[in-house]
């Protein structure tokens, strides 16, 4: 036999209605749509009994059919519930008095649903715990009176079977489950005295030893207090309006464990902060918390409060079982994104990630494979509906409230427990016309002027826990008491110790053992020189990773870094030198990116035929300096690309071949659309700027669009200077595909006047200097100290640059202006020194 389909029910401004459940989502056909706003719906313990107010009668009717079990004139009924076995209704209206009754009405009544007869009449001022609670099989029936805890018996509520008398009981709960049946209760702290809570198993209420368990505490304002489901363990969480250290501004909670055999224990939580949710799971052996401040953690614990598994931490703030215990939601509500973590939860392994925004309700459908989550008022009152999710993170259906309208409430109908049995947890999304919401992966801002640089690890605000399996022994180590592992960091960090002093000291020998001695090249001072060098590579690593970490570092410590070797996948990587004519040029992308890394700038060529190099942004290729190729040329770092002939082997190429005649073709319509347009909207801003709105103007300029259409031709010859800015690379050359690392010679350059350049060029670079051409200012180099980010971003915080001229040996310095420069003492003159070393002397004037 198939299961059945739980109904959904929706309550709003403009209706109360029933939902056919996933995956239909229809109108329920036998439920009579009611358009008058209701103040509230209920559902009875097993989900065949369906009731809500209107504003003018309570209704009750039966869920499958629809037919109408029985109805009451109670305008007034704010709340409503039924007995577990659906035999009691009971209704409540906000207490008021009127003139005819000065002591006022009785606002809580109680009514035989069958007969319709009302059974009694009771006050009831406060919202708080309204309800009468009921044991599973209804022979039980509790109410808090005045301080003290009344019980009834087989709903006769005319005489008071028993009295739970303490002073000024707060707040009670009974026990789910069979008889016999248990009720714990909460006495708030008075006059220096502590707070405490208290367990009973009915009918034995009275004397000192009465109490199943007792635990006290100071720190305790109100309390929450959850019964597992086979009623053998109480949570309770207490909680204190003002947080005395001021570390929290929503005060200080505890969670504390009470079981019936008499136990009682403070749950250790791993991380300081608020508690924002706490939730057993069905199977009554393991209860989940969320607590901590933001980024929460989420731990499982088993019933001796040791920890089973902690899920890290992450923007959380609730926690859901499914049904069946066999999946966990942790989600993020409220002020937080609406992040749901879909969790397996025997083999903790996350199933999925959604992400329900501006959500404030979510709820576990019966059948264990569905949720709801919605945006209800008065909580929200903009973007009112709710969502029917696969808890794989798949939307199955959708629905929004129309304009001026709200929702208010959405509830699962319930059933009863194995209605519905545990199915194998799926790890593939639910097939959707939907589709799925996975939250994308969130990015640190970055300015506009360096998002075309590569992305560096920025200093995190949060570190992130990742999850870990808490189970003694899950990790391979055996469990330790807390003495044994205490003494057991004792011995390693003696050890550590004594190991980091041992290299100190002078009067040991050298170890011996291979494995523990570096390597030896025979040679003493190569062997100091190699030390000196991973010394040097130590302190460079140093140095990245507070970079890294946001660190400011000083100018010699930035000159280090330009000058030290780079150890990253840059260091291997060879460029591709393509020469058109005599000049370099660098297309793919990551050859500019290792170019830029070690500190070459160039200059960027690549535009748009149609539009002015001025006016656009640049693009590939990269243009470098003769000094720059040799640099990376004596580096071994640079190759020049071998013609496309010497790589098309025979009988292959056609495919590359006409894939680039088709990107031309397709870039030449492109262009030639887009340049018309461009020509007609300088014409019609030409001719309407002298428009006089006659006729014979407006003919006249239909005629010239129309010549312009007739006549106009885009030369193929304009698409020779589009060196590949509109599309993301040439795909179609063969250096594209192949990754080079051979070394093809590149041409030398041997006249004298070239060798001066590259001497002076290479000295400062290796100063920590970065160089671009000159030759608008009348020199070879322009000379810029700093940073190659702050020149890459087009910055104007440079305190100056300096004009090179080889040719009459001096720097000239350029600012601002020369005139603060002189006056702030930037003004230098460096003659340049020639001897017999390769690099040349510079000595200031």
Request: hydrophobic share 35%; proline share 8%; aromatic share 8%.
């Amino acid at each position: 036999m198939a299961p059945p389909t739980p109904l959904l029910a929706v309550r709003g401004s403009d209706c109360t209605t029933l939902l056919e459940g996933p995956p239909t989502c229809e109108q329920h056909s036998a439920f009579n749509r009611d358009s008058r706003p209701s103040r509230c719906v209920t559902f009875s313990r097993d989900g065949t009994l369906f009731g809500w107010c209107n504003g003018r009668n309570v209704s009750v009717v039966k869920a499958s059919d629809g037919s109408v079990v029985s109805t009451f004139d109670l305008p007034k009924t704010s709340l409503l519930s039924l007995s577990p076995l659906s035999s009691v209704l009971v209704t409540w209206q906000p207490y008021s008095k009127t003139q005819d009754s000065p002591q006022g009405e009785a606002n809580l009544q109680l009514w035989d649903l069958q007969s319709g007869q009302l059974i009694k009449a009771l006050y009831q001022k406060k919202v708080d715990s309204w309800c009468p609670s009921w044991s599973d099989d209804e022979k039980i029936s509790v109410r808090s009176v005045n301080n003290e805890l009344h019980f009834y018996e087989n709903n006769d509520f005319n005489s008071i079977a028993n009295k739970l008398h303490m002073q000024k009981v707060s707040d009670f709960v009974l026990s789910p489950g069979a008889q016999p049946s248990k009720v714990v209760v909460y006495v708030p702290g008075s006059k220096g005295a502590p707070s405490f809570v208290r367990l009973y198993q009915y009918p034995v209420l009275g004397g000192p030893t009465a109490a199943l368990a007792n635990k006290s505490f100071f720190k305790a304002d109100r309390v929450t207090m959850q019964w597992n489901k086979r009623a053998s363990a109480v949570l309770v969480t207490a909680s204190t309006e003002v947080d005395k250290t001021g570390a929290s501004y929503y005060g200080e909670q505890t969670l504390h464990y009470l079981a019936v055999n008499g136990e009682t224990a403070l749950v250790q939580l791993q991380k300081s902060g608020p508690i924002y949710d706490v939730a057993w799971s069905p199977n009554s052996a393991e209860f989940c918390v969320v607590y901590g401040f933001m980024p929460a953690k989420a731990t499982v614990f088993n019933l001796k409060c040791d920890p089973v598994f902690d899920f890290g931490t992450g923007p959380r703030n609730a926690a859901y079982y499914s049904p069946q215990g066999h999946i966990l939601v942790l989600a993020g509500f409220g002020n937080l994104r609406g992040q749901m973590e879909v969790w397996d939860v025997k083999k903790y392994k996350q199933v999925s990630k959604p992400q329900a925004p501006d959500a404030t309700h979510f709820s576990w459908c019966p059948d264990g494979e569905h949720v709801v989550t919605a945006t209800c008022s008065p909580r929200l009152r903009v973007s009112n509906g709710f969502k029917v999710w696969h808890y794989t993170g798949s939307v199955l259906h959708k629905w929004d409230v129309a304009a001026g309208s709200e929702l208010w409430e959405v509830r699962w109908q319930p059933f009863p427990d194995g209605s519905f049995p545990e199915r194998p947890v799926k790890y593939q999304a639910a097939p959707s016309e939907l589709g799925t919401t996975q939250a994308p992966p969130t990015q640190a801002y970055r300015p506009p002027a360096l998002r075309h640089l590569p992305a560096t690890p920025s200093a995190k605000l949060h570190e992130e826990e990742p999850p870990q399996n808490m189970r003694p022994g899950a990790s391979g180590e055996k469990s330790l008491s807390k003495s044994a592992l205490k003494n057991q960091k004792k011995r390693e960090a003696k050890k550590a110790a004594k190991q980091e002093a041992k290299p100190e000291s002078p009067s040991e020998p050298a170890p011996v053992s291979n494995s523990q001695s570096e390597p030896s090249s025979g040679d003493p001072e190569t062997d100091k020189k190699m030390k000196n060098l991973k010394k040097k590579l130590k302190a460079i690593e140093e140095l990245k990773e507070q970079q890294a970490a946001g660190k400011v570092l000083q100018k010699n410590q930035s000159v280090v870094m330009d000058e030290a070797p780079c150890r990253d996948e840059d260091s291997d990587h060879v460029v591709g030198l393509s020469l058109c004519d005599s000049a370099p040029l660098l297309w793919r992308v990551e050859d500019l990116r290792s170019v830029r890394s070690r500190g070459l700038v160039g200059a960027l060529l690549g535009s748009l035929p149609r539009t002015p190099r001025q006016n656009g942004r640049l693009g590939r290729p990269l243009l470098l300096l003769p000094e720059e190729e040799r640099l990376l040329s004596e580096r071994h770092a640079a190759a020049a690309l071998p013609l496309a002939a010497d790589q098309v082997r025979p009988g292959g190429g056609g495919a590359e071949v006409q894939q680039y005649v088709e990107d031309q073709q397709r870039t030449y319509e492109e262009q030639s659309v887009l340049a018309l347009a461009d020509r007609k909207s300088a014409l019609l801003r030409a001719m309407t700027s002298s428009h006089t709105g006659s006729g014979a103007a407006d003919e006249a300029l239909r005629s010239r669009l129309e010549a312009l259409d007739r006549s106009f031709t885009f030369p193929h010859s304009a698409l020779a200077v589009q060196l590949s800015t509109a599309r993301a690379g040439l795909t179609y050359c063969p250096e594209a595909r192949a990754f080079l690392r051979a070394n093809w010679p590149i041409r030398g350059r041997d006249e004298p006047c070239c060798i001066a350049r590259y001497q002076v060029f290479r000295d400062l670079r290796g100063r920590g200097f970065y160089l671009t051409s000159a030759g608008k200012f009348g020199g070879d180099f322009l000379v810029y100290p700093g940073q190659i980010q702050v020149l890459l971003s087009g910055s104007r915080l440079w305190s100056g640059f300096w004009v090179l001229t080889s040719s009459v040996l001096q720097v000239t310095p350029f600012g601002s202006t020369l005139t603060s420069l002189r006056s702030a003492g930037l003004w230098r003159t460096l003659s340049v020194c020639w001897t017999s070393s390769p690099s040349p002397v510079w000595a200031p004037t």
